[in-house]
């Protein structure tokens, strides 16, 4: 089955600052690989998502990028701000209605004011 | 808006005891999930359904089974509980057609503490 790894687990930046998480998928089936942001306390909502026939997907201050040859994608945060301190967990999947999901460990991310 | 609800916020259960967690959507989503989630493992599969009376096990369903009667509900059970099943546990749907397929929308939580 599939297996993702994320990394890195805990992330501190400075307000202002640009943050990276990436993550690497071992199933070369998958196509389909969402993001998903989850507050203290409440439900991970889905921030951005990517589907293999795109290299790159951007919406305001937050990117992801996709290399389906070396299997991995990263989300990238620029200008960061207090209100983007949460975890974040990527995930893979094929683009099959009837496929499940495969999150990674997830990444906390504190931004400092 | 999609809603995922999930009845059961917060319960503290004996350990042996028969645990119910419901969960409802409402966006008539063919696919239901039941997820838990412990610090450090991340979002971890324990059962799915794609349709009424269907039931998939995922990557952790030992100790679980799961019911699912009518579309909008899928229930997870806890046959005895341990208390090695502390965790929060998440429900979630999603439909399999459209431009969106495949992403999932998930309930609140429930936090499940077994003593």
Same mark, same amino acid.
């Given at each position: !089955? /599939?297996?993702? /790894? ?8 400075? /307000? !202002? ?11 070369? =089936? ?14 991970? &909502? ?8 795109? !290299?790159?997907?951007?919406? &305001?201050?937050? =990117? ?16 960061? &701000?207090? /209100? ?6 990527? =995930?893979?999947?094929?683009?099959? !209605? ?16 | @808006? ?19 967690? %419901?969960?409802?959507? @409402?966006? @008539?989503?063919? +696919? ?15 059962? $799915?359904?794609? @349709? ?9 369903? %030992?100790?679980? #089974? ?7 509900? $899928? ?8 208390? +090695?099943?502390? #965790? ?8 399999? #057609?459209? %431009?969106?397929? +495949?992403?999932?929308?998930?309930? %609140? ?7």
């Amino acid at each position: !089955g /599939e297996n993702v /790894e994320q990394h890195p687990s805990t992330l501190s930046v400075q /307000e !202002g600052d640009s943050a990276v998480i990436k993550c690497t998928y071992s199933d070369s =089936a998958s196509n389909y690989f969402p993001w998903y942001k989850q507050e203290l306390g409440k439900r991970p &909502q889905l921030i951005i998502d990517i589907r293999s026939n795109v !290299g790159e997907k951007k919406d &305001q201050r937050i =990117a992801v990028t996709l290399n389906k040859t070396a299997k991995h994608f990263s989300l990238h945060i620029t200008e960061t &701000q207090p /209100e983007d301190s949460a975890v974040y967990f990527c =995930a893979a999947s094929k683009n099959s !209605g009837y496929s499940t999901l495969t999150f990674g460990k997830g990444t906390m991310l504190l931004v400092s004011p | @808006d999609v809603k995922v609800t999930q009845s059961s916020r917060y319960l503290v259960k004996r350990t042996g005891e028969k645990v119910f967690l %419901e969960c409802v959507q @409402d966006m @008539d989503h063919e +696919n239901m999930f039941w997820y838990r989630q412990d610090p450090g493992l991340g979002l971890r599969l324990i059962y $799915f359904s794609y @349709d009424v009376k269907m039931k998939e096990k995922g990557d952790i369903p %030992e100790g679980y #089974s799961v019911s699912r009667e009518k579309k909008e509900r $899928f229930s997870l059970i806890l046959e005895s509980a341990s208390t +090695n099943q502390t #965790s929060m546990y998440l429900c979630a749907s999603s439909s399999p #057609s459209g %431009e969106g397929g +495949n992403t999932i929308y998930f309930g %609140e939580g429930s936090w499940l503490t077994v003593v």
